[in-house]
T-cell receptor
């Protein structure tokens, strides 16, 4: 398996623009997580899905952030409009099923909003 | 809420030195505990885990023991290599089925040859 695949690896955008980050989880995994990593706040869980259904979005910072999982093999995280303080590395991770502990992380998308 | 505290870095060691990275946690209940490693430009990888008190997780020469009495999960390695240079994250699980991972701030390890 190729692991969790994220795209793009790097994104530079201007303030006010819409940004869409993409994630393909490991096939057969039931859970998908979106994390954000910054120097100031470290790693934060934004939202997670179970079987394509959002379970907990309490970490989503503002209404400008939204996430979808239209099917088991694809998820998006959208920021609209983007702001400079959204600059961070965004990680997607997937996990097999309830009761398993290991989450597998993608390589991340480094977002820079100028 | 639950939290994880790690020793601040960077930690700089010579090759073959002994490594300890301290991690303590605050949690209700009995979470599982983890160490993840992040190599430059990569995502996080699970290094080791422990799911109950007194369990010892081990992998690639690294070890950590779940100490409930001191709420600690310190990472150790007897002889580090240059290839161990990375950022190390201590984490605990919380929520339903332990779905949510709460991470420490991370500790940068630099190993010199």
């Amino acid at each position: 398996d190729a692991g969790v695949i994220q795209s793009p690896r790097h994104e530079v955008t201007e303030m006010g623009q819409e940004v869409t980050l993409r994630c393909k989880p490991i096939s057969g995994h039931d859970y998908l997580f979106w994390y954000r990593q910054t120097m100031m706040r470290g790693l934060e869980l934004l939202i997670y899905f179970n079987n394509n259904v959002p379970i907990d979005d309490s970490g989503m910072p503002e209404d400008r952030f939204s996430a979808k999982m239209p099917n088991a093999s694809f998820s998006t995280l959208k920021i609209q409009p983007s702001e400079p303080r959204d600059s961070a590395v965004y990680f997607c991770a997937s996990r097999a099923r309830a009761g398993t502990v290991e989450a597998f992380f993608g390589q991340g998308t480094r977002l820079t909003v100028v | 809420g639950n939290s994880v505290t790690q020793m601040e870095g960077p930690v700089t060691l010579s090759e073959e030195a002994f490594l300890t990275i301290n991690c303590t946690y605050t949690a209700t209940g009995y979470p599982s505990l983890f160490w993840y490693v992040q190599y430059p430009g990569e995502g996080l990888q699970l290094l080791l885990k422990a799911t109950k008190a007194d369990d010892k997780g081990s992998n690639k020469g690294f070890e950590a023991t779940y100490r409930k009495e001191t709420t600690s999960f310190h990472l150790e390695k007897g002889s580090v290599q240059v290839s161990d240079s990375a950022v190390y994250f201590c984490a605990l699980s919380e929520g339903e089925y332990g779905n949510k991972l709460v991470f420490g701030a991370g500790t940068i390890l630099r190993v010199k040859s």
